[in-house]
């Protein structure tokens, strides 16, 4: 039996209030309207924006809200003008959109899209203004135009990435966000060349995936920089074949690198979103050639500052947003590099629970004991 054009309840983990346990609740999920696309979510992973948002420290609380934006599914029914995608097609939902249409999406060099760019603070469709999920008829919340923690979504057409059937999407799932931000900044900003040094400024999930962008590229000399020993271990997974912990030296880490590598790295990518490791990011790259890229995303106040003369001596340093890739026209071909076997995606996966679970997800990324937890919606 269709359910097109049908309200359809199922089962989503709704988030009552900040930082309290995920609750499954039954919800009611409206059918898509125009450029919308209503998807089956298969699975779904954890990533550390999810827990920011639902801690709700720092930023516009906005409650009952289903969370979740790192996920694969199977498309259920289409809105009027969806013609891209139909019933059965497998997609990645992305937090961040395509038009196709805006100055941004026409350019090669950008995929900041100006009608479907991230906005955290939005939690309704922006065709209407209004949400797809109720209980009871109390409206749920949408979080950054996904909101996989459902077992049905709705998500507007220009933030689902069409992929290959063939893709095994309790796998590729996670790259809808973290793993995808860092490979491309290692891979379409930085730009590393074999047999060159790289530096990765923390060794979370998005810095690994700088570092496996790093291998990738046949870079030499990856080194690992973290505050946290205990990561370095498990990085070497990756490509990281040194490690630098700034507690163990008296002077800047900046320095340090230089001495290591004779003047400096060619290629460094921030991840943490401490102006520190940015500052030291910028400064450890060699003169004349070297590029550094940010990626973590600092506090709101914070600034930036370095001598020009770091600038004038010809360093680079670039920022990138989703390791600038265009959802839409880009991710596809992130998955076949998947199925290639030129990407291994299994390493980032260290835990699964069931949805039933979703909260034990939280759990593991709160103690710092996973890189990626997949959650199965099946039961």
Same mark, same amino acid.
Request: glycine share 10%.
């Given at each position: ?35 919308? =696309? ?12 999810? =827990? ?62 100006? +009608? ?71 891979? @379409? ?13 923390? +060794? ?40 630098? /912990? ?63 003369? @770091?600038?004038? /001596? ?24 998947? +199925? ?40």
């Amino acid at each position: 039996m269709s359910t097109a054009g049908q309200v359809i309840k199922c089962k989503a983990a709704v988030a009552w209030e900040a930082g309290k346990p995920l609750v499954i609740e039954e919800v009611e999920v409206a059918p898509p309207q125009a450029n919308e =696309v209503r998807v089956k979510i298969l699975f779904t992973a954890l990533c550390h924006t999810d =827990v920011y948002f639902w801690e709700a420290k720092g930023q516009t609380p906005l409650f009952p809200r289903i969370f979740g934006h790192e996920a694969g599914g199977i498309v259920e029914s289409v809105g009027e003008g969806v013609k891209d995608l139909q019933p059965g097609d497998h997609v990645l939902p992305v937090f961040t959109g395509e038009c196709g249409d805006c100055r941004h999406c026409q350019s090669e060099e950008s995929n900041m899209c100006d +009608l479907l760019r991230i906005n955290t603070d939005r939690g309704v469709m922006i065709s209407d203004g209004k949400t797809r999920f109720s209980k009871n008829g109390q409206p749920i919340h949408h979080f950054v135009g996904t909101s996989t923690f459902s077992e049905y979504t709705v998500v507007h057409i220009g933030c689902l990435a069409k992929i290959n059937p063939a893709a095994p999407l309790d796998k590729v799932c996670v790259l809808s966000c973290g793993i995808s931000t860092g490979l491309g900044a290692t891979l @379409n900003v930085a730009k590393p060349k074999k047999g060159q040094s790289v530096a990765i400024f923390g +060794l979370g999930a998005v810095g690994l995936a700088a570092a496996e962008g790093a291998r990738i590229s046949g870079a030499s000399r990856i080194i690992g920089v973290d505050l946290n020993p205990a990561r370095f271990e498990e990085a070497k997974k990756f490509g990281c074949n040194e490690f630098v /912990n700034p507690k163990d030296h008296s002077k800047p880490v900046q320095e340090v690198i230089a001495e290591m590598t004779n003047g400096g790295v060619d290629r460094s990518v921030e991840c943490t979103g401490s102006i520190q490791a940015m500052i030291a990011a910028f400064e450890c790259v060699h003169d004349g050639w070297g590029v550094a890229v940010l990626v973590g995303v600092p506090n709101k106040d914070d600034a930036f500052k370095t001598h020009p003369m @770091n600038l004038l /001596n010809e360093r680079t340093l670039k920022g990138t947003f989703f390791g600038n890739y265009k959802p839409r026209s880009d991710i596809p071909g992130v998955v076949e590099k998947y +199925l290639n076997k030129e990407l291994e995606l299994e390493k980032f996966i260290t835990h699964t629970v069931s949805f039933s679970e979703i909260n034990k997800a939280f759990e593991y990324m709160l103690k710092g004991e996973s890189i990626r937890c997949i959650i199965k919606m099946d039961n």
